[in-house]
C-alpha cells in the first residue's frame, strides 16, 4: 500500500518533489479515542450527553428548556410505564 503526500512548501521548481511514498503493510486505523483525564465520571457522561444532543453549542437558557422537556417527557414514560405494569400485574396475579 502506498501512501502519497504532497509538499507544498517548496520554494523552486527544481527544489519541487511531487510526492513521498510511504510503504505500508498494515491498514490504516483511527486513532486511539481521547481519555478524558481531568474528568470524573459524572462529568464525562454530562460531556457525552452535550455532545450526542448537540447541547453544547446552545445557550445556558435553551440547554435548560430542552433538559426539562426531556425530563418531563421520561417522567411521563416512567409514570405511564408503572401504572401499565401495576395493572398488568394485578390481573395476572388474582
Not at 500500500?1 to 510503504?23: V, W
Not at 464525562?44 to 453544547?56: A, D, E, P
Not at 410505564?81 to 390481573?91: A, I
Amino acid at each position: 500500500m502506498y501512501i502519497e503526500f504532497p509538499l507544498a512548501n517548496c520554494c523552486s521548481k527544481s527544489q519541487r518533489i511531487s510526492s513521498l511514498s510511504i510503504r505500508s503493510s498494515e491498514p490504516l486505523t483511527a486513532p486511539a479515542p481521547v481519555r478524558f483525564r481531568g474528568m470524573n465520571w459524572v462529568q464525562r457522561k454530562i460531556f457525552l450527553y452535550n455532545v450526542t444532543f448537540g447541547l453544547y453549542m446552545l445557550d445556558w437558557w435553551e440547554r435548560c428548556l430542552f433538559n426539562i422537556l426531556v425530563i418531563v417527557l421520561m417522567w411521563f414514560i416512567f409514570y405511564n410505564s408503572s401504572r401499565y405494569v401495576t395493572v398488568f400485574l394485578k390481573g395476572h396475579l388474582s
